[in-house]
């Protein structure tokens, strides 16, 4: 895991480990010149060095003067225990080789083991500037390699911004790239993620002072576009206006963070029956699971449960408060040691459900510290509530408040004091926040919030985070486990019907969520079961048809000895027959197939594995599969 690091020739120094190779070139500016997912692709994601500009406005045109023209100033390295730090300074220039007088860039970068790079900027206009036209802090050029971008934008381009700074639809870079312009904006995303489907990512993310690139409110822009090269840019622009705007003059501080993807060096494995073992309807007398149930669950492979207790599902009051500590009565209190003893008993891990942003109003601190930890997107002195069908979930708070120290304690000691074996966190995502108690402007809790999982993945053995429209690298790296898919499946049960969040890339196991109605056929689930197969994840539910399904699940072993995989949607293996999916699995040793039918009849297809897809080689096929089965073909690779 620990980062080495060797200065080359020609000035260049390279930080690497087992998962990344980074090189910063000193003769360019200092700038980053190579970042590279070593189990990804294993090719640098970057064409050219990242840059930083400043532009003056002559008549309705912009002079340029960018960095990594010329060699960086005091350039310095620091190889610590837990990572790299860089600082140095760059001086812009035109494409004359003429410097800005008085203008430099000063760079920190700290890079950790978790796979971030902390970047702070600070631009530095040592006299006054006239005229700006343009301040671009942070270009990267990428290979044209990506075939989606996930974009979170800030609240004033949200319809809800009482939810948080959600994902609202996953682009399709190669629809979009003839167009050249695939998103630009003037108002700056809070992170952006560009995804190659299954083989490896990047992510931009800004830092938590989202102020300090308000410079020019309503003058910034964002592009992710394609150049004259055909590579892909990601541009931020604390300005970029031919309009009049106010001169430049003294230091001005941007951070943010870049990463990449802890991509394992085989696939991760499958996590059967890891959901809520508490009925939520029925009898409430019944609703702890039965402890006879758990060697049979034992013997599906199910290692983890989760116990999700945070609504109001009986109406009876009993239930666990987001933020308290001593979650139930003393009766229910011994049903849940007596619960953990058994599943522990029978090597089953138990992690309890924390949100990471809700506090129950009944929690004794709430009316104390409340209006000051709140999260507020407006002036309104009203609380964020969210709501469950029969009561109140919490308040949302920031964590850039003391609610984080006040999360962190209490989630310490409940894992601690009853012995569970890590922790499931919901609503696990930065959101952006007004409140002048905890900033003096704009603001979002990312890193706040990054920080605070690296706490709890000290806690315990499992870190099972909840990232349904949320994606993030940088939370997914310190991962177990993550949930995604929490939407209503309007389009029906088939094998493309998830988003990329459901297969991604390979970090961490994947689960998605089970939103079948109670009264939903047997046969909807097992569709589901077989939906989740095909994208290499498991299905979030100890109902009993999934209980059979993992029963008899005999390839989990197999599947994750590959290196390579790649979802239906991918358009890998193509299949005749609509209702069969497929997915993909190969190293050097050979290529495993995946199909399923999704039908209650028996199927006949014919299939197209295409070249490019696995190790060059191409195969053709027929198959007949029974109703609702999977099935695996497999071929050695001569
Ligand atoms: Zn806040």
């Keep these: 895991m620990a980062f080495l690091v060797q200065e080359e020739p020609e000035g260049i120094f390279c930080i690497e480990n087992e998962f990344w190779c980074f090189r910063h070139d000193r003769k360019h500016g200092g700038e980053l010149v190579e970042a590279t997912v070593k189990n990804g692709s294993g090719n640098n994601l970057l064409t050219t060095s990242q840059s930083c500009a400043v532009a003056l406005k002559t008549g309705n045109k912009f002079h340029v003067f960018s960095t990594g023209r010329q060699p960086a100033i005091d350039f310095s390295i620091n190889h610590k225990i837990d990572g790299v730090t860089l600082s140095f300074y760059s001086i812009p220039q035109d494409n004359a080789g003429k410097e800005l007088d008085g203008v430099v860039f000063q760079h920190h970068i700290s890079y950790s083991e978790n796979g971030s790079?902390?970047?702070?900027?600070?631009?530095?206009?040592?006299?006054?500037?006239?005229?700006?036209?343009?301040?671009?802090?942070?270009?990267?050029?990428?290979?044209?390699?990506?075939?989606?971008?996930?974009?979170?934008?800030?609240?004033?381009?949200?319809?809800?911004?009482?939810?948080?700074?959600?994902?609202?639809?996953?682009?399709?870079?190669?629809?979009?790239?003839?167009?050249?312009?695939?998103?630009?904006?003037?108002?700056?995303?809070?992170?952006?993620?560009?995804?190659?489907?299954?083989?490896?990512?990047?992510?931009?993310?800004?830092?938590?002072?989202?102020?300090?690139?308000?410079?020019?409110?309503?003058?910034?822009?964002?592009?992710?576009g394609t150049n004259s090269a055909g590579h892909l840019v990601l541009r931020y622009c604390v300005l970029d206006s031919l309009r009049p705007v106010h001169a430049l003059e003294g230091a001005y501080k941007f951070s943010f963070r870049l990463t990449l993807p802890k991509i394992r060096s085989t696939l991760a494995p499958l996590v059967p029956m890891a959901g809520n073992f508490l009925r939520r309807t029925g009898n409430f007398c019944d609703r702890w699971a039965n402890a006879a149930k758990l060697p049979v669950w034992r013997e599906t492979g199910a290692q983890i449960l989760r116990l999700h207790d945070d609504g109001d599902a009986f109406g009876n009051g009993i239930f666990w408060r987001d933020g308290a500590t001593r979650p139930y009565p003393l009766e229910e209190e011994n049903k849940m040691r007596r619960f953990l003893d058994v599943a522990h008993a029978n090597g089953i891990a138990v992690v309890p459900y924390f949100s990471m942003k809700e506090f129950h109003p009944e929690v004794p601190e709430f009316r104390k510290e409340s209006s000051v930890w709140a999260r507020r997107i407006d002036s309104a002195p009203e609380l964020l509530f969210n709501y469950s069908p029969k009561a109140i979930f919490g308040a949302q708070m920031c964590l850039k408040s003391d609610w984080k120290h006040f999360r962190l304690n209490t989630v310490r000691e409940i894992v601690t004091h009853y012995g569970f074996d890590g922790v499931y966190c919901d609503w696990c995502a930065g959101s952006e926040?007004?409140?002048?108690?905890?900033?003096?402007?704009?603001?979002?809790?990312?890193?706040?919030?990054?920080?605070?999982?690296?706490?709890?993945?000290?806690?315990?053995?499992?870190?099972?985070?909840?990232?349904?429209?949320?994606?993030?690298?940088?939370?997914?790296?310190?991962?177990?486990?993550?949930?995604?898919?929490?939407?209503?499946?309007?389009?029906?049960?088939?094998?493309?019907?998830?988003?990329?969040?459901?297969?991604?890339v390979n970090i961490a196991s994947r689960q998605v969520c089970e939103m079948l109605s109670a009264d939903a056929p047997d046969t909807e689930r097992r569709k589901l079961a077989l939906v989740a197969l095909l994208h290499h994840a498991t299905i979030s539910s100890v109902h009993d048809v999934y209980q059979k399904f993992y029963h008899d699940l005999n390839i989990s072993q197999e599947l994750v000895r590959y290196?390579?995989?790649?979802?239906?949607?991918?358009?890998?293996?193509?299949?005749?027959?609509?209702?069969?999916?497929?997915?993909?699995?190969?190293?050097?040793?050979?290529?495993?197939?995946?199909?399923?039918?999704?039908?209650?009849?028996?199927?006949?297809?014919?299939?197209?594995?295409?070249?490019?897809?696995?190790?060059?080689?191409?195969?053709?096929?027929?198959?007949?599969?029974?109703?609702?089965?999977?099935?695996?073909?497999?071929?050695?690779v001569l």
């Excluded at 049960?493 to 969040?501: A, K, S, W």
Aim: hydrophobic content about 40%.
């Design 117 to 224: 790079s902390h970047h702070q900027v600070i631009l530095h206009a040592n006299r006054r500037i006239e005229n700006p036209g343009q301040i671009q802090i942070g270009k990267l050029e990428f290979a044209n390699i990506f075939d989606y971008s996930a974009v979170r934008e800030e609240l004033s381009e949200q319809c809800a911004g009482e939810n948080g700074n959600w994902l609202w639809r996953w682009n399709r870079i190669h629809e979009e790239i003839q167009r050249k312009t695939i998103l630009l904006s003037r108002h700056l995303p809070l992170s952006v993620l560009l995804l190659r489907r299954n083989v490896e990512a990047f992510e931009f993310s800004l830092g938590d002072n989202l102020a300090a690139w308000d410079l020019y409110p309503g003058q910034a822009q964002f592009l992710l």
């Design 433 to 504: 926040c007004i409140s002048r108690e905890h900033e003096c402007g704009r603001h979002w809790d990312n890193d706040a919030l990054l920080e605070e999982l690296e706490e709890f993945r000290r806690l315990g053995r499992y870190l099972y985070l909840h990232l349904t429209g949320t994606p993030s690298l940088a939370a997914e790296n310190l991962a177990d486990i993550i949930l995604t898919e929490e939407q209503p499946y309007v389009d029906g049960i088939g094998p493309r019907m998830f988003t990329p969040h459901a297969d991604f």
């Design 563 to 636: 290196q390579h995989y790649r979802a239906p949607a991918t358009g890998v293996v193509q299949c005749s027959s609509h209702n069969c999916g497929a997915s993909l699995y190969w190293n050097n040793d050979g290529i495993l197939a995946l199909f399923a039918n999704f039908s209650e009849k028996t199927l006949y297809t014919s299939y197209h594995i295409a070249p490019e897809n696995a190790s060059g080689i191409e195969r053709n096929g027929k198959l007949e599969l029974a109703p609702l089965m999977w099935h695996a073909v497999r071929f050695p």
